[in-house]
């Protein structure tokens, strides 16, 4: 396999995990489930001062999703983007891969620990990628 259809391969991957981390951010207040609908109401109806502002835990699982969100875009993005310079600025291209790829595996390790595997799978097999690429870079070298 080639550098620049792994790293496709996990630019690919990262932006379907943005897409159903937006997805599910979207739709987290609804829940057909009385216990998980009230713990929702509880994290949503009382605000309180923290930092300058005022905002309920609610608002800052919410804000910390669309954090997550546009950082999985954003990965997603630059996998695309150096994907498109393996044969011209290799040296900066396996850096780059390298830490990303340190980032997912340590993403995907967040995920096995507080999220579920379907996450965790996505961010895992998008570090594989970028390793496996830098190997095969340091061999074009």
């Known amino acids: 396999m080639k550098p620049k259809l792994l ?4 630019a690919v991957l990262m932006f379907f995990h943005f897409l159903g981390h937006s997805v599910g951010l979207a739709g987290w207040k609804d ?8 713990v929702i109401q509880q994290m949503t109806g009382h605000q309180f001062p923290f930092m300058g502002a ?8 919410e804000g910390f999703g669309y954090g997550c969100s ?3 875009l954003l990965i997603a993005v630059v996998l695309w983007i150096i994907s498109g310079e393996t044969s011209t600025n290799i ?3 396996k850096k780059m891969t390298v830490v990303i790829g340190i980032a997912l595996l340590v993403w995907a390790t967040d995920e ?15 570090g594989l990628c970028c390793f496996w690429s830098a190997y ?4 074009q070298q």
């Open 91 to 93: 040296r900066l291209v």
């Open 7 to 10: 790293l496709r391969i996990a």
């Open 136 to 139: 095969l870079q340091k061999e």
């Open 112 to 126: 096995a620990i507080y999220f579920f595997p379907f996450a965790t799978g996505l961010s895992f097999i998008a």
């Open 70 to 72: 546009i950082t999985l």
């Open 54 to 61: 005022v905002h309920s835990l609610g608002d800052f699982y």
């Open 31 to 38: 829940s057909a489930d009385p216990v998980e609908h009230q």
